[in-house]
């Protein structure tokens, strides 16, 4: 059975950071390219950082390049979104997603991923 499961959002004030993780299980984390979804209610869901199979390629939505770092440990089956200087435009429930890796792209497009999380608050306070 396939799961993945986040954690580590909150209430932060601006400026603040948090860190997202997300435990995979279910199928061979090292074959799948992971990215960081976030969605706003009754808006879609925005694509805001991917990571390549092997880590060594990351890919951001031009809001939160230079705020925000994904990273992964294959060897843990984790994907880590680190958040920093947090603006209240943030605030979304994040997901975490997985796509079967044909190339080192993380695509920007959620319909493509296979697998999802179920998602977790962020609220970031003005």
């Known amino acids: 059975q396939v799961q993945l499961v986040e954690s580590g959002g909150g209430l932060v004030q601006t400026g603040g950071s948090l860190r997202l993780s997300c435990v995979a299980s279910g199928f061979i984390f090292g074959h799948y390219t992971l990215s960081w979804f976030r969605q706003d209610p009754g808006k879609e869901r925005d694509f805001v950082a991917g990571i390549s199979w092997n880590g060594e390629k990351t890919y951001y939505s031009d809001s939160v390049t230079g705020r925000f770092t994904i990273s992964r440990d294959n060897a843990k089956n984790t994907v880590y979104l680190q958040m920093d200087n947090l603006k209240p435009e943030d605030t979304a429930v994040y997901y975490c997603?997985?796509?079967?890796?044909?190339?080192?792209?993380?695509?920007?497009?959620?319909?493509?991923?296979?697998?999802w999380g179920q998602g977790v608050q962020v609220a970031v306070s003005s």
């Open positions: 997603a997985a796509i079967l890796a044909a190339t080192d792209y993380a695509s920007r497009i959620s319909g493509r991923y296979e697998y």
